[in-house]
């Protein structure tokens, strides 16, 4: 079993700043890509931004210059900083990672429950 844990989310004035984590723990032999998304009410979980495991990028136009991903391989630990926040980016913030559980193992999928950020005055 492998769990994907959050922490980070909550309220912040427009213009300000979170920190996101995402632990990954359980039967972990490798991490590939890592990834945050985030769903906001009445829309569609969209991709705010991956990172593979060598350290490539690729974020939404819409986090540019503004959020910063990042990982700690060795504490499978995934991190995305948000720095100048927008009403907009108000939405249930996902973690995601795919995992080997062995060396001959597949690759499978795991996402976290999710944590709320909301972006208010």
């Known amino acids: 079993q492998v769990q994907l844990v959050e922490s980070g989310g909550g309220l912040v004035q427009p213009g300000g700043s979170l920190r996101l984590s995402c632990a990954a723990s359980?039967?972990?032999?490798?991490?590939?890509?890592m990834g945050w998304y985030r769903q906001a009410p009445g829309r569609q979980r969209e991709l705010v931004v991956v990172?593979?495991?060598?350290?490539?990028?690729n974020y939404a136009d819409s986090v540019k210059g503004r959020f910063t991903i990042s990982r700690d391989n060795a504490k499978n630990t995934v991190y995305l900083q948000m720095n100048s926040l927008k009403p907009e980016d108000t939405a249930v913030y996902y973690c995601n990672a795919d995992v080997k559980y062995t060396w001959y193992s597949s690759t499978n999928e795991h996402w976290g429950q999710g944590t709320q950020v909301t972006v208010s005055s």
């Open positions: 359980g039967s972990i032999f490798r991490i590939g890509n």
């Open positions: 990172i593979t495991s060598d350290g490539s990028t």
